[in-house]
């Protein structure tokens, strides 16, 4: 069983509600291989969707490159960014969030939950099945016998909320146990959402 609880919490509380779990952090701020499953990592070859021939260094830089604001369009420095520092960009610097471009060559702009299918969720899926696939097998075999507690920053695991950042560990979860996005939709899920932007994360 996998478990997603947030890195904010102190390590006791949780496993006081999960005794005997095995604690898996999976953010930036990871202190073993397990930070290869950031986001943020910079596996580099990363292929960038809609966008033949361009690849990322790691999964966060595409999402943020091709984000679109009122006052900026895409960044393409973003892909080279192999640091894990700087790599946000934010409404505060750039304006309001109008979306994210489909590709570095298009005009069209994609609303947030699209952008979530379409950009961040296959480039991660990518990079689980191209650069990590050790480490997921070793977490699905795991995860029969024990419970594992990935911990994440941001543990929202609604793919579709039009307003809340998905936990990438929530995509770990789900490609290991075969759950959305990866498997079938859950029938009780509302079938769409309204693209429009109230936050980009």
């Known amino acids: 069983m996998i478990i ?9 509380n949780i496993l006081k509600k999960y005794p005997d779990a095995v604690i898996a952090d999976v ?10 499953l950031s986001p943020f990592y910079p596996h580099g070859g990363i292929p960038v969707p809609f966008s033949e021939g361009v690849t990322a260094e790691c999964v966060e830089g595409i ?19 192999n640091t894990m520092k700087n790599i946000k960009r934010t409404v505060r610097t750039h304006g309001k969030v109008l979306g994210h471009q489909k590709g570095v060559n298009s005009s069209e702009i994609l609303g947030y939950v699209e952008a979530k299918h ?21 977490l699905k075999n795991a995860s029969k ?6 911990l994440d920053y941001n543990t929202c695991c609604d793919v579709d909320s039009p307003s809340k950042p998905l936990s990438h560990a929530y995509l770990i979860k789900a490609y290991v146990e075969g759950l959305y996005p990866y498997g079938q939709k859950p029938s009780t899920e509302p079938e769409s959402f309204s693209p429009s932007l109230p936050f980009i994360d």
Request: hydrophobic share 40%.
């Open 63 to 81: 999402w943020q490159a091709l984000k679109v604001f009122e006052n900026e369009g895409i960044d393409r420095k973003m892909f080279r960014n």
């Open 27 to 36: 953010t930036s701020n990871a202190k073993d291989g397990l930070v290869k």
């Open 145 to 150: 016998d024990k419970t594992i507690v990935l």
């Open 4 to 12: 997603i609880e947030s890195k904010r919490k102190k390590i006791e």
């Open 118 to 138: 379409q950009i961040y969720i296959p480039a991660f899926k990518w990079v689980l099945e191209n650069k990590v696939s050790n480490i997921i097998e070793r």
